[in-house]
């Protein structure tokens, strides 16, 4: 009961203030001019991903005004200092906080409804969008709108911003609030698009999908995996005969670490082995270790000061000491050693140049694997 009497009070008490409906109206008159401009575009303006674009860009300009709401009803009673009041009522912590909340997110939800409403305004008002640009009219268009982009981002806005006023009953720190959660979310958003970049983590898809990757029809494991098609497969296999019966094949997997070159060439050769021979382990080797070849394709800048140095010191982690303890040989491979560009600048004829780093690209190639139900295409 009184957390159904705190909620009702606060709803009223900021639905009355003129703020709240003026809020609304911006958001309104902003839909409605976004849309009338999108009119003069191509396609149509009420698809669903236009109306969802909307959406989103309104909502932008709500998260500037929702600490309004949101402080407000969270520390409006110490401002007024009414406080010592309402805390000697018998009131519970969850009841007043509760009903402050629901009724800040349920006025920010009235506020963000003025989207869609500005929207269909101006899709329907006489002299509009022109009926070249509408589609046939779908309410569930505006409904996913609403309750999968703009509640979602009411409540979880709401949240921070109540809960930053609450804890110092200041008001003005919901601006605080919605300054953290978009320094956070930039900072994390820039790292995650930074890894996605980085060309060990990307997607290489597009490089899969030109051409038919089962032309032959010996290929046992290509490099896409699972249902989706998500091209993370470590190794390759290829049935040795289309004859019925045989199991053998051949398994290949690749390594490499460049990176790693630049703090130490004999290291980054030895982890680009190490990263093929597991890649290749993915594969059934009834053998194990013991009929694995590799292929190393050197590349560097030699002539470059130190890049000489680097190859010899890679080149011996490898030949010298790694693989011979492992048992395993490297009877072909092959090497670039010309890995830098000179040109002089046309402008202020300075000579230029560019040096790549050091790498080892590390292929693993077994003939003995068996191929099993887990390397088919089909997995």
Same mark, same amino acid.
């Given at each position: 009961?009184?957390?159904?009497?705190?909620?009702?009070?606060?709803?009223?008490?900021?639905?009355?203030?003129?703020?709240? #409906?003026?809020?609304?109206?911006?958001? =309104?008159?902003?839909?409605?001019?976004?849309?009338?401009?999108? $009119?003069?575009?191509?396609?149509?303006?009420?698809?669903?991903? +236009?109306?969802?674009?909307?959406?989103?860009?309104?909502?932008?300009?709500?998260?500037?005004?929702?600490?309004?709401?949101?402080?407000?009803?969270?520390?409006?009673?110490?401002?007024? *200092?009414?406080?010592?009041?309402?805390?000697?009522?018998?009131?519970?912590?969850?009841?007043?906080?509760? $009903?402050? =909340?629901?009724?800040? =997110?349920?006025?920010?939800?009235?506020?963000?409804?003025?989207?869609?409403?500005?929207?269909?305004?101006?899709?329907?008002?006489?002299?509009?969008?022109?009926?070249?640009?509408?589609?046939?009219?779908?309410?569930?268009?505006?409904?996913?709108?609403?309750?999968?982009?703009?509640?979602?981002?009411?409540?979880?806005?709401?949240?921070?911003?109540?809960?930053?006023?609450?804890?110092?009953?200041?008001?003005?720190?919901?601006?605080?609030?919605?300054?953290?959660?978009?320094?956070?979310?930039?900072? +994390? $958003?820039?790292?995650?698009? !930074?890894?996605?970049?980085?060309?060990?983590?990307?997607?290489?898809?597009?490089?899969?999908?030109?051409?038919?990757?089962?032309?032959?029809?010996?290929?046992? *494991?290509?490099?896409?995996?699972?249902? #989706?098609?998500?091209?993370?497969?470590?190794?390759?296999?290829?049935?040795?005969?289309?004859?019925?019966?045989?199991?053998?094949?051949?398994?290949?997997?690749?390594?490499?670490?460049?990176?790693?070159?630049?703090?130490?060439?004999?290291?980054?050769? *030895?982890?680009?082995?190490?990263?093929?021979?597991? !890649?290749?382990?993915?594969?059934?080797?009834?053998?194990?270790?013991?009929?694995?070849?590799?292929?190393?394709?050197?590349?560097?800048?030699?002539?470059?000061?130190?890049?000489?140095?680097?190859?010899?010191?890679?080149?011996?982690?490898?030949?010298?000491?790694?693989?011979?303890?492992?048992?395993?040989?490297?009877?072909?491979?092959?090497?670039?050693?010309?890995?830098?560009?000179? #040109?002089?600048?046309?402008?202020?004829?300075?000579?230029?140049?560019?040096?790549?780093?050091?790498?080892?690209?590390?292929?693993?190639?077994?003939?003995?694997?068996?191929?099993?139900? *887990? !390397?088919?295409?089909?997995?």
């Amino acid at each position: 009961m009184k957390f159904r009497e705190i909620f009702r009070f606060e709803f009223v008490y900021q639905a009355r203030r003129v703020r709240t #409906w003026l809020y609304f109206a911006v958001l =309104f008159a902003v839909a409605y001019l976004l849309m009338r401009t999108a $009119g003069a575009g191509d396609g149509f303006v009420n698809s669903p991903y +236009a109306v969802a674009q909307q959406t989103v860009l309104t909502g932008l300009l709500w998260i500037l005004m929702a600490p309004a709401v949101a402080g407000s009803a969270a520390a409006r009673d110490v401002q007024t *200092r009414m406080h010592s009041l309402i805390y000697a009522a018998p009131i519970s912590k969850a009841d007043y906080l509760g $009903g402050r =909340f629901l009724a800040a =997110f349920a006025l920010n939800a009235l506020i963000l409804l003025a989207v869609p409403l500005g929207i269909l305004a101006a899709l329907f008002v006489p002299g509009g969008v022109g009926p070249e640009f509408l589609a046939p009219l779908r309410p569930a268009v505006y409904l996913s709108s609403y309750g999968v982009l703009a509640l979602p981002t009411a409540f979880t806005f709401t949240a921070v911003q109540f809960s930053f006023a609450a804890l110092k009953r200041r008001a003005i720190l919901s601006y605080l609030g919605t300054v953290l959660f978009f320094v956070t979310v930039g900072a +994390a $958003g820039g790292l995650v698009l !930074n890894v996605l970049q980085m060309p060990a983590v990307g997607s290489k898809s597009f490089l899969i999908t030109i051409g038919d990757r089962t032309v032959g029809g010996l290929t046992a *494991r290509d490099q896409m995996v699972g249902p #989706w098609q998500v091209p993370v497969a470590d190794v390759a296999v290829t049935a040795t005969s289309l004859t019925t019966g045989i199991k053998t094949g051949e398994a290949m997997a690749m390594g490499e670490k460049p990176t790693l070159a630049l703090i130490s060439p004999a290291s980054s050769a *030895r982890m680009a082995v190490a990263e093929s021979l597991m !890649n290749l382990t993915a594969a059934d080797l009834p053998d194990r270790l013991h009929q694995v070849k590799l292929s190393a394709n050197w590349m560097s800048a030699s002539t470059h000061p130190g890049e000489g140095a680097g190859i010899y010191e890679a080149v011996e982690a490898l030949g010298m000491d790694l693989c011979p303890k492992l048992g395993i040989s490297i009877p072909v491979g092959k090497d670039s050693m010309s890995m830098k560009m000179k #040109w002089q600048d046309q402008q202020t004829t300075e000579p230029k140049e560019v040096t790549a780093p050091l790498s080892v690209v590390i292929s693993a190639f077994d003939i003995s694997a068996a191929i099993s139900r *887990r !390397n088919r295409i089909a997995s």
